[in-house]
C-alpha cells in the first residue's frame, strides 16, 4: 500500500512541475503579445511609447 502511495506521489508531483512548466511557457508568451500589441497600438496612433519589461 505504501509503494501505491509513493508511487501516486511521484505521479503527482511529476504532473504538477509539468503543468507549472506550461502555464510559466504560457505566461511568457502572453507577456510577449501583450507586450507586442501594445507597440502595435502606440505605433497606429503615432505615440511614443518606452516598453521596457
Known sequence: M???TNSANASR???M???QN???A???REHALRKQAKKDRAAELRLPVN???
Open 26 to 28: 504560457f505566461e511568457k
Open 22 to 24: 506550461e502555464l510559466a
Open 13 to 15: 508531483e511529476s504532473f
Open 2 to 4: 505504501t509503494e501505491m
Open 51 to 53: 516598453i521596457e519589461s
Open 17 to 19: 512541475a509539468l503543468v
